[in-house]
């Protein structure tokens, strides 16, 4: 049976035409939505912002955590530092200090790489791959891998527990508009590839199922491919080859920024844009609730134009429910920024099902991160 929302269109009482636009005056506006921003959605005027509590207690908590306390020097990605995860998708922060043992597999699902600091080669079953700070790198699942760091790597990691990385549809604005699949790079079977390769020197290889890794001892380096072909390649996207959409006159929505789409989560990438400059136009993020996704921002580079207190290797996570939108300081700014820019670079991870905070959450959690939002401007 084919289902639809139920239809309703209605303007009551005060209110703007447009959303995030020519708010009636000394209002907030705040969106409660369905299927992230693309469902059926109301746009509230309220005349106080909805972030205005005096007390917030119970379970859903909004949570900060600063990723750069975490303890360094776990050589295999298995043993990185579980921040977030769910049956979908699993979040990890990993700081590797010099090249990797042994090869990794994941037989989970793709692993999605950011590559919030480090440089050095990494090294596939399909060629060699030069990796640095601001790269994504996704690995299907099944890839052999390995890091040899020129300098010392943090990355998040997410995997898309039992599915496949993909990219949007771009719609209207058409296929190479965000980023040409043309800048998409692939590992090449060159002579550093070639060279690495060995028929007596033992390797083993880490290999992850059901979240529980077994270990497979080689004589050789099984990274031995002298060539392939195919249509499925581990492949990497900078986030400085992004061109992001924007509006002068409308303040898109974060599913503009979508880069990658996986199992119910999607990621999409903050990368610097102008501000909108239309008078009646919002240059802030509107309140909303996540009324259908819980939230997770890692802030890579720049400064972040909605929040305050939040430095790059941070990450916040703002679960379905919790109603948030500009930080009171930079609410200020509603109307008017000082800059013409924003020159921020962070990814967003949007999932459809509740994250639970892993092993690796609480000893680097900003306790008390909910306060930060409390007040009026
Ligand atoms: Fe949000």
Redesign the pocket.
Known sequence: MVKRYIPVSRVEGTASRQAHCDLPAGTYEREMSKEGFFGPAAFFHHRHPPTAWVEFTGPLQPRAFDLDLSSAGAASPWSAHEVLANAHCRIRYWRLAGDMPRLARNADGDELLFIHAGAGELFCDFGRLAVQAGDYVVLPRGTMWRIETAAPFDVLMIEATNSSYQLPEKGLVGNHAIFDPAVLDTPRIDAAFLAQQSDDVPWQVEVKRRNATSLITYPFNPLDAIGWHGELSAVRLNVRDLRPLMSHRYHLP?SAHTTFLANRFVVCTFAPRPFETDPGALKV?FF?N?DDYD?VIFYHAGDFFSRDNIHPGMMSF?PAGFT??PHPKALTRMFQQTKPATDEYAVMIDTRDALEPGAGAAAVEWAGYVDSWKGQP
């Open positions: 974060p993020p909303h996540n939230e703002h948030h939108g």
